[in-house]
């Protein structure tokens, strides 16, 4: 019996960081899992068990017209990001950067699922936001952003060195890593590892 958490990477890592218990830890990014593996608190190496693109999270039939991440720059537009200081923050500025697009976004989530929420919610025209964040959503659809300008997540997996249930934390992650778990996840909208 299993129970999963999933609050943004960051803040999962500074419970961590903090004493929190938990048996594995599955990062949005290579930094964060890099911060508890010198920390001391991850037990054996960390492997990539997955990998995520961007994608432009708009309502719907594409009410606005947005076909590009050059369209997210036209004056009106109510765009979302996430915080630089989160996984897909960042990694929605490097995709912005690469393709010479200034956006001015009317928030800055805390994490990619506010991204995801205020659109779903018509509260924005648009935001960046996972690949598998738009496959597992009803209520958006996602515009591809083309290689040239996105950015590929790498998704790292470790047990930690505090773990509860070392057995069951190992079986968990050869699952995933393992073509019947790769294949869950390939459903999710993530890449395989």
Do not use: C, W
């Not at 991850?42 to 990998?51: L, Q, R, S």
């Not at 997210?72 to 537009?77: D, E, H, V």
């Not at 935001?127 to 950015?151: A, F, L, R």
């Not at 998704?155 to 060195?161: D, G, H, R």
């Amino acid at each position: 019996d299993a129970t999963f958490n999933y609050a943004g990477t960051q803040t999962l890592a500074a419970q961590l960081a903090q004493g929190a218990e938990a048996d594995v830890f599955a990062s949005a990014d290579k930094t964060h899992m890099k911060t508890l593996l010198d920390a001391g608190l991850i037990a054996g190496a960390p492997e990539v068990f997955a990998h995520n693109r961007l994608e432009i999270a708009i309502a719907k039939g594409n009410p606005k017209g947005i076909h590009s991440l050059a369209d997210l720059a036209r004056p009106g537009l109510v765009v979302v990001l996430a915080d630089p200081s989160v996984p897909a923050g960042k990694y929605a500025q490097q995709a912005l950067a690469k393709a010479n697009v200034t956006v001015h976004p009317a928030s800055l989530e805390p994490q990619v699922t506010g991204v995801l929420s205020k659109v779903a919610l018509g509260e924005a025209d648009a935001g960046i936001v996972y690949v598998s964040d738009v496959i597992t959503s009803q209520k958006v659809q996602g515009v591809p952003i083309p290689d040239s300008q996105n950015v590929v997540a790498d998704y790292p997996i470790a047990a930690l060195k505090n773990a509860q249930h070392n057995s069951t934390a190992d079986a968990f992650i050869a699952f995933v890593l393992a073509p019947d778990g790769q294949s869950i996840l390939k459903a999710a909208g993530f890449e395989p590892a």
